[in-house]
């Protein structure tokens, strides 16, 4: 019997470094077994770095959609779409906020406006004024952990209420 814990060692590491000025980079893809490939900049076609661009702003904007897709809240997908265009307009790549994501900012505030006895609307201007380590201690503390939790329990309950899958639905031709 073996006593000794087994570190699970990842299929694939993926490895991003960027120059100072945050403009020439490499992506060093790092299997396993330790075989590793580097992929420079400098190495890619301009067409294809031109695709992989195209390829990176559907990902990053679709991502951004991905936990709005349960509840089909259009509206908030729509609202972060843009203001992710916008942002890739400027020189920043993420949101100063963007560290929980917008849905953990949501939950956090109506777990705040429960447990402190307030209007939702002066909760998220106390949080939204808050810097992120602020936020982060407030979401860790255990009441309002449990709040959030609860929270995120309802959002997953409405949307398996909302489905309309059913098991009968799969047909395996049989």
């Known amino acids: 019997m073996n ?6 060692i990842p299929f694939l590491k993926k490895v991003t470094e960027w120059d100072e000025a945050g403009n020439a980079g490499e992506v060093k893809f ?28 559907s990902q990053k904007l ?3 959609c991905a936990a709005y897709s349960k509840d089909s809240n259009f509206a908030d997908a729509y609202k972060e ?6 942002l890739l307009a400027t020189q920043d790549w993420s949101r100063k906020r963007e560290g929980a994501g917008r849905q953990a900012m949501e939950d956090l505030i109506e777990a705040l406006a429960k447990l402190k006895k ?3 609307d002066v909760v998220r201007a ?3 004024k808050a810097d992120e380590a602020t936020r982060k201690k407030w979401a860790k503390n255990s009441n309002v952990d449990a709040e959030i939790q609860a929270i995120k329990k309802r ?9 309309s899958d059913s098991i009968d ?3 395996l031709g049989l």
């Open 3 to 8: 006593t000794a814990i087994d570190k699970k």
């Open 155 to 163: 959002r997953a309950d409405a949307a398996k209420r909302a489905s």
């Open 81 to 86: 779409l843009v203001e992710l265009k916008e």
């Open 30 to 57: 790092v299997l396993g077994n330790g075989q590793q490939v580097i992929v420079t900049e400098s190495e890619i076609s301009p067409e294809n770095r031109y695709r992989l661009m195209i390829h990176g702003i």
């Open 126 to 128: 106390a949080v939204e």
């Open 62 to 64: 679709g991502d951004t």
């Open 118 to 120: 307030q209007e939702v």
């Open 169 to 171: 639905d799969i047909d």
